[in-house]
């Protein structure tokens, strides 16, 4: 390799390492500080800038200061990164690494950062210790600073009965998933047959975009995943052949060769049932591509499913284990039949349901803050509020595919959770007319992002609107006093937390509680509050979801609202296995995600061309 204290970079190089890495977050490794990079001078080293007012250059400064002796004090660039008060602080670049983690570190960081229950209970009764008076030996009255501040523990934990839920009927074309596979279904999918007869099958016209690394083996990826589409003999199926080829580079040359297909290119008349295949190759193996949310936004103005596959996560065109290389592939082709609708596996639901029945799902995604070289502070977008209207008139057994409708907005602020009232009642306005629901006979709606101190504001203000949105269909609201619950639209509105302290163990602290396990008996003051884990992993202790029920009309009294929620999450298509939250408001997470990503925020998404398709997971 080239030597860091004489290479030179040209041009080329010098804007390719600016446009990368201005702006990233890098730790510092003497202190393992994190710090926002605002410049890369690369006519600077660290023996050829000065201190200021220390009368030495930078190398001088960390050898004499910091005890730090430089293998490269003569090395370009220096790092320019954000200090207090919005400073510059100058640090040499082999003392900085990026805190991008691997691939492979990734996948197992919740079992490194994870603690077990054996591992919690004791830490729990570690730190329990300078909370008891005179359990610690320390001097002064009440044995510690806390218990001297009335500060203080109960010696027992408080004790719940807990029940776990049954796994609910689930059916992946006509193979029920036994019990012993309700924690991942995904092998039985791979035998999954709908049987649609292949005249009434609706055939994909495919636009594959490649990287041009990948021009030897786009096409034998392209007819494993065709294949693997086509083997489910469902409503849709991939054409033999790609209807169009567009060759990609990264970054710009990506974007830039989508838009030019799509917009001022060949002049190509698109056909209906277009579908987006995009296989990239992000530069230095980075694992994600920055282009994707620029693509993904230009196809979503103009309402086009797609499907990404990263070449760096795994290369499928020269795949060293074909097992893991068709798990993969598998995947993706079970993804574009549900971005199509197709309904993969179905879930049973309580009868008690009354049908047709809207489920509500409602989530709000805040950015996280980036240095802004403008501005020279760390700044974030606007938040991006998701609502999902899913329709169920018959029970899901019936309905080979999903009726769905989804809209995102765009907040006024970075950081806005509440006041959603107008968004919520705008989207279930939208989508009672698009998909044509008159007479709706409940209403459940999943509420992600609230906080117990501002339920009431929820209630206040979103409740009334979905209320409002109700009434507009054929079929009156129940709530009012005049109104009979017989002939109305009951409603059920439930606030989800997954961030929450709560955690089950066993009576010994040696046991997380299983999956579906149900806690029914910890009530908050003034609203029905139950718990249910979702999901337990075996290299850490499970952390249940809190679902608070903020109002539940008379008409849905007979309808158990944990069973509902057990159930739906189990209906989440982009994981086969049960979750932590119910499909309907998992859906908004991850459409609010996307949207966020976009540089508009989502706002030049065509909703009604993706209605009944799942485009965003």
Known sequence: GRNPNTVKFDEKEIQRAKKTWIGEVVIYRHDRK??????????????????PDLGMSHAEYFQKRKKKQLKY????????????????IYLPAELVCGNDLGTKVRQQLPMIASFKPPERHAAIDEIRRYLEPGAQKTKGEGGGLLPA?????????????VEVLPLPQIVVAGIKVPDRSGGMWAPLLSKADFQVNPKKAIHLNVVLIYNRELSASYLSVYNRIRDMVNAYSS?????????????????????????KFFGTGKGVKLPPNLFVLDFCKPRNRQPHDQAYPVVKQMLAKAGHISQFLNFNTYDHGRPQDM???STILQGAARQVLSKCGVRIWWVNIPRSLPLPAILVGVDVFHAPRKYDPVKKERTAKESVAAVIVQVLRKHPRELPMVEIYSETAKRKKAGQELELGSIIHDAMTNAMKVLKVDSPKSCIVWRDGVGDTTIDLVIDQEIKDVRKALAGAKGKVVGGKKMAPKIGCPLSYIVCQKRIA???????????????TLVTNLQGPQYATFYING???????????????ATRDDGLKECSMSELAWALCHDYPNWTGPIKLPGPVQMAHKL??????????????????????????
């Open 235 to 259: 409503q849709y199926r991939f054409g033999n052949k790609p209807f169009a080829l567009v060759e990609a580079g990264d970054n710009h040359g990506h974007w830039g060769a989508v838009e």
């Open 323 to 325: 097992k893991k290389s």
């Open 149 to 161: 501040l009335g500060i203080t523990l109960k010696n027992e934990r408080y004790q719940v009965p």
């Open 502 to 516: 709560t955690k089950f163990l066993s009576l010994d602290g040696k046991q997380a509680m299983p999956t579906g």
């Open 34 to 51: 994190c710090y926002d990079i605002v410049d890369l001078l690369f006519d600077e080293s660290p023996a050829s800038k000065p201190v």
């Open 73 to 88: 004090p003569s090395a370009k660039p220096l790092v320019a990164v954000q200090g207090r008060n919005k400073s510059t």
């Open 535 to 549: 999901t337990s992993p075996p290299y850490s202790t499970p952390k249940p979801a809190k679902f608070i029920i």
């Open 592 to 617: 609010a995600e996307l949207a966020g990503s976009f540089a508009d925020g989502g706002s030049s998404i065509d909703a009604k061309s993706y209605a009944n398709k799942i485009y965003f997971l």
